[in-house]
């Protein structure tokens, strides 16, 4: 997204007199973008103001003289990185939104403890957090076949779909790598509802993953953190 604004941005002219308030702020950036911008937030840092557009974070001033693509804020007094804890607020949701009637369902011991992800069969990352969740117990993934990579990745998805124990087809493939077999002909009409899903939600990348408070993390995490933020879930 921020690749197909910043020449926008820079080839529109940067000088403004100075702004006043966030809704100003918001006017002029769309101005320069030519695009939408979903949030405007003055922060406490610099004088800066955050501009949450197309899923991503970026800032500028009160004059709008500039604009900071890609640039991680980061508070000195105790080092967080307040980019990525505000883009984590900002792109949760509510789970129980979750189309979950679409995903192959795992439920472990007493699977109390829920999460899912959206997942590519052909996404390397995908394949190595599917090793690490089988040390996982105590829990219900939902896995939404995402298949975004390439025509065999849809194939795979549909096959996986079609088989009788999806959740054995699944995991026979991306934990001990044994290609589903399968035929692919069934009603597999939750696929192409899922890449809709996913679209929606501004998942441009595999695996992703969504916990019951509605943070959203982004890539094969280690399986530490996981298990970190399913301890933090109410009754946990």
Do not use: H
Request: proline share 5%; glycine share 6%; hydrophobic share 40%.
């Amino acid at each position: 997204m921020l690749k197909k604004l910043l020449p926008m941005a820079l080839a529109a002219a940067l000088c403004l007199p100075a702004i006043a308030d966030e809704a100003s702020v918001r006017t002029a950036v769309e101005a320069k973008l030519n695009s939408k911008v979903d949030r405007v937030t003055k922060t406490p840092y610099l004088g800066l103001y955050e501009i949450f557009v197309g899923g991503d974070i970026i800032y500028t001033d009160e004059k709008v003289s500039a604009l900071l693509f890609e640039g991680k804020l980061v508070d000195t007094k105790n080092m967080k990185n307040i980019t990525n804890e505000r883009i984590q607020k900002l792109t949760a949701i509510k789970f129980s939104d979750l189309p979950l009637e679409l995903a192959v369902k795992q439920v472990r011991g007493d699977g109390k403890r829920m999460f899912a992800t959206f997942e590519d069969p052909n996404c390397g990352y995908c394949k190595k957090l599917a090793k690490d969740l089988t040390k996982l117990d105590n829990v219900t993934i939902y896995t939404f076949l995402y298949p975004i990579l390439s025509p065999d990745s849809l194939e795979k998805s549909k096959q996986i779909w079609c088989a009788t124990d999806k959740a054995k087809a699944w995991n026979d493939w991306m934990v001990d790598g044994k290609a589903p077999t399968g035929k692919s002909d069934c009603d597999t009409a939750a696929v192409q509802k899922t890449v809709e899903a996913g679209r929606k939600l501004a998942i441009n990348g595999t695996p992703t993953i969504f916990f019951a408070d509605g943070e959203r993390i982004p890539g094969a995490v280690p399986v530490a953190r996981i298990e970190e933020k399913l301890a933090q879930q109410p009754g946990k």
